[in-house]
């Protein structure tokens, strides 16, 4: 009895703080992995069926934050290289995928995340594909972990080659995978990089809706039917409601926090679900294939930064 109690009182409260300023997506993750590696995960919590719910939510509420004129005008502006850039990475990442003999879904995932915003691709595409819980949490374990990596990395390579404000900042955006590590890159690097960079990177989170339908259309087969996960429309539904109502631009930006918070409770419960048996059963391969998608992308989109962009 006691030892139950224990456990849920450790799993609560650290369930709580993720809703607080100390603890962000990449802590969240380890908190819930250290808790499950130590046995502080009550078994008799349905970790699956609440990660599902609480990521569409957190995809709808997301949805409010997004300024659709922005994004729109984001988007004509630079829309070659947002196209070119999200479907290179996907098509590079299913043939490296493929030839590394990773499994189809993690690729997808992994690739996906790194094409648009992070975690929150993941989660719009994975019901989209009927994943599985472990490439689910593989790919946002290692999408996390190179996200980390790159809000320190990225200020530092931008100096050391003299960068300028506009070519960080459409660098950030295009090669940085989640959109609180491009915010934190470009806003270390300086006030113009850091409007360039989030305006861009707005624009780039609107595909999201358009990979979610093609990713249902390459995993469908002939036993399942296209699946769609509903709360994309409600994600759509955010968007427009938002930008044609502003009268309540307060509610909408609480709404967008609190989403962005329960994001985060996510990835501590996706945390709760990684055991050692499960990371040594999938093995290196993830994050291999992760770092040299993700070093492919930053290389050859900061090549043409340089060369396009003053």
Same mark, same amino acid.
């Given at each position: 009895? @006691?030892?139950?109690?224990?456990?849920?009182?450790?799993?609560?409260?650290?369930?709580l703080?993720?809703?607080?300023?100390?603890?962000?997506?990449?802590?969240?993750?380890?908190?819930?992995?250290?808790?499950?590696?130590?046995?502080?995960?009550?078994?008799?919590?349905?970790?699956?069926?609440?990660?599902k719910?609480?990521?569409?939510?957190?995809?709808?509420?997301?949805?409010?934050?997004?300024?659709i004129?922005q994004a729109?005008?984001?988007t004509?502006?630079?829309?070659?290289?947002?196209v070119?850039?999200?479907?290179?990475?996907? #098509?590079?990442?299913?043939?490296?995928?493929?030839?590394?003999?990773?499994?189809?879904?993690?690729?997808? $995932?992994?690739?996906?995340?790194?094409? #648009?915003?992070?975690?929150?691709? #993941?989660?719009?595409?994975?019901?989209?594909?009927?994943?599985?819980?472990q490439?689910?949490?593989?790919?946002?374990?290692?999408?996390?972990?190179?996200?980390?990596?790159?809000?320190? $990395?990225?200020?530092?390579?931008?100096?050391?080659?003299?960068?300028?404000?506009?070519?960080?900042?459409?660098?950030?955006?295009?090669?940085?995978?989640?959109?609180?590590?491009?915010?934190?890159?470009?806003q270390a690097y300086?006030?113009?990089?850091?409007?360039?960079?989030?305006?861009?990177?707005?624009?780039? /989170?609107?595909?999201?809706?358009p990979v979610?339908?093609?990713? /249902?259309?390459?995993?469908?087969?002939?036993?399942?039917?296209?699946?769609?996960?509903?709360?994309?429309?409600?994600?759509?539904?955010?968007?427009?409601?938002?930008?044609?109502?502003?009268?309540?631009?307060?509610?909408?930006?609480?709404?967008?926090?609190?989403?962005?918070q329960?994001?985060?409770?996510c990835?501590?419960?996706?945390?709760?679900?990684?055991?050692?048996q499960?990371?040594?059963?999938?093995?290196?391969?993830?994050?291999?294939f992760?770092?040299? $998608?993700?070093?492919?992308?930053?290389?050859?989109s900061?090549?043409? @930064?340089?060369?396009?962009?003053?």
């Amino acid at each position: 009895m @006691i030892h139950y109690l224990r456990q849920y009182g450790v799993f609560t409260f650290a369930a709580l703080m993720c809703f607080t300023p100390w603890v962000n997506s990449p802590i969240a993750l380890t908190i819930g992995f250290l808790l499950v590696s130590f046995g502080f995960v009550p078994h008799t919590i349905p970790l699956t069926k609440i990660i599902k719910k609480l990521l569409a939510y957190s995809i709808v509420g997301l949805g409010f934050g997004i300024n659709i004129q922005q994004a729109v005008s984001a988007t004509q502006n630079g829309f070659g290289i947002i196209v070119t850039t999200i479907f290179s990475t996907l #098509i590079i990442g299913t043939l490296l995928a493929k030839r590394m003999g990773l499994e189809r879904e993690t690729g997808h $995932l992994i690739a996906s995340g790194t094409a #648009i915003c992070g975690g929150s691709a #993941i989660a719009a595409v994975a019901p989209a594909i009927n994943a599985k819980d472990q490439p689910v949490a593989m790919s946002l374990a290692v999408i996390y972990v190179l996200n980390s990596v790159a809000l320190f $990395l990225f200020p530092v390579i931008g100096h050391a080659l003299g960068l300028s404000q506009s070519q960080f900042g459409t660098w950030a955006a295009i090669a940085i995978h989640d959109t609180s590590s491009v915010v934190g890159a470009a806003q270390a690097y300086g006030e113009q990089s850091l409007q360039i960079a989030t305006t861009l990177k707005l624009a780039r /989170a609107l595909w999201i809706v358009p990979v979610a339908f093609i990713s /249902a259309l390459l995993f469908k087969n002939d036993s399942k039917k296209i699946t769609i996960p509903f709360f994309i429309l409600f994600y759509i539904g955010a968007i427009v409601f938002s930008d044609q109502v502003p009268q309540f631009s307060a509610v909408y930006h609480a709404i967008y926090t609190f989403a962005k918070q329960t994001l985060v409770l996510c990835l501590f419960l996706i945390g709760c679900g990684i055991s050692i048996q499960k990371l040594k059963a999938t093995g290196p391969k993830p994050m291999i294939f992760g770092v040299i $998608l993700w070093v492919v992308i930053s290389v050859s989109s900061l090549t043409w @930064i340089l060369t396009h962009i003053q």
